[in-house]
Every structure is written in C-alpha cells, then in structure tokens.
Nanobody, 126 residues
Framework: QVQLVESGGGLVQAGDSLRLSCAAS????????MGWFRQAPGKEREFVAA????????YYADSVKGRFTISRVNAKNTAYLQMNSLKSEDTAVYFC???????????????????WGQGTQVTVSS
C-alpha cells in the first residue's frame, strides 16, 4: 500500500504557473511509476502526464505538451507537475497516481494505476 497526498493547487489567472506536488509514503517510492490525471466537472478523469520509476521516460497529453513538466525526486518520495501558461480549460481537480513496477514505459491508462491521491483543485480564471 502506498499513500499519496497532493498539494499546490489554487486559484490563478490565465497565463500563470503552478507547481503541484505529490508526496508518497508507505512503500519504496522508486518501485513505482507516477502519473497525473485531472477531472473537470461533468467530465471523465483524463490523463495528463506520466513518468517512469527513475524519471527516464515521460509522456504527456497533447493538450499540455510544451506547457506542463512532470518530474520526481526519489530521495524525497515526491513527484511534481510544473504547470506553465495555464488556460481556463486546465481547470480541474488534479490527482496523482502510482503504478507498481520499474517499467521503462510511461503508462497513460487510468486503470493501470493502483493507488490514488485525494486530489487538489486547480482553478484558472480567464
């Protein structure tokens, strides 16, 4: 079992930046690949970004490519999502997720992740 806690959400204006953090506890963090997902009101939870266990590979949804950066510091048991040039359509609850395994492939499917945080709200005003 791994516990995940997101932080860093808030209310910002379009064009601003935010950095989300995901603190993990309970198991060896570097045995897990990490992902960020988001869910806007009335919509399905969607993939945002993923990173492999050692940070060697990353993958992004087309909608955030070039604006968002996923990273991790295994020594701190923490994953991050740096969000730049935010748009109103980025407004959502953001969730981090963990998938057990040292695969070299960044996973994008929601069902592939076993553990989830409670989410943090990001609101971008236009």
């Amino acid at each position: 079992q791994v516990q995940l806690v997101e932080s860093g959400g808030g209310l910002v204006q379009a064009g601003d930046s935010l950095r989300l953090s995901c603190a993990a506890s309970g198991r060896t963090f570097d045995n897990y690949s990490m992902g960020w997902f988001r869910q806007a009101p009335g919509k399905e939870r969607e993939f945002v970004a993923a990173i492999t266990w050692n940070g060697g590979n990353t993958y992004y949804a087309d909608s955030v490519k070039g604006r968002f950066t996923i990273s991790r510091v295994n020594a701190k048991n923490t994953a991050y999502l740096q969000m730049n040039s935010l748009k109103s359509e980025d407004t959502a609850v953001y969730f981090c997720a963990a998938r057990f395994g040292r695969s070299s492939v960044a996973r994008v499917g929601r069902v592939e992740y076993q553990y989830w945080g409670q989410g943090t709200q990001v609101t971008v005003s236009s």
